[in-house]
């Protein structure tokens, strides 16, 4: 009797992992199709190198796509194009490729603590903290480029990658009608039209 339980558990895992690989498989192959195309899309290499310059300088833009309100200063920035989205595999045994996000942002910056933090950290004699200023935190955004916006396969695909990867995720893209769809969702949007 406890031995069936056993085999049935193995077949069950076993056939979750297997309808896993075909779900993993089905997106990999729609997001392929479709990310090839906009790849060889030159609008999107535009927005691309528009956005990646953009956020080299502007470091109020990284502040607020990261939502961070106060801070002291960035210590350190850095920017990826085509930044791999991987996750654990089913045995443990190391990270499956999923896909890529087209820019991928890591900032470290320092904040100012309050008095009762400095007031705590005091008593607790923690040192990494001097002068009233944090240590390094850390914030990641990741940003998807589309030249042209289909608004429910965005979705699908940030979602997707989110259920690897739960930082914040933003659409850089030319302004189109559905935009509150996309931050309804809890993506932010990056509206290539406003360009200077």
């Known amino acids: ?69 106060e801070y002291i200063s960035i210590c350190n920035k850095k920017l990826f194009i085509e930044f791999p989205i991987s996750k654990i595999d089913y045995r443990g045994t190391g990270n499956k490729l999923i896909g890529f996000c087209d820019l991928a942002l ?29 240590d390094k935190e850390t914030a990641t955004a990741y940003i998807e480029i589309k030249s ?3 608004i429910g396969e965005t979705i699908r695909q940030i979602n997707y990658y989110r259920s690897f990867d739960n930082k914040i995720w933003a659409v850089c893209a030319p302004n189109f009608s559905s935009v509150d769809l996309l931050l309804d969702s809890g993506i932010k949007f990056i509206n290539y039209d406003t360009k200077v």
């Open 1 to 69: 009797m406890h031995g069936d339980g056993c085999i049935n558990a193995a077949i069950k895992r076993s056939l979750m992992m297997r309808v896993s690989d075909e779900v993993d498989k089905k997106f990999k192959e729609t997001w392929d199709n479709d990310h090839t195309k906009e790849i060889k899309d030159t609008k999107h290499d535009e927005i691309l190198i528009w956005l990646y310059k953009k956020l080299k300088e502007d470091d109020a833009l990284c502040l607020n796509l990261c939502g961070i309100k």
């Open 106 to 134: 890591f900032l470290e910056y320092k904040i100012k603590l309050t008095d009762e933090q400095i007031a705590h950290n005091l008593k607790i004699k923690d040192s990494r903290y001097d002068f009233g200023y944090s």
């Open 148 to 150: 042209k916006v289909n």
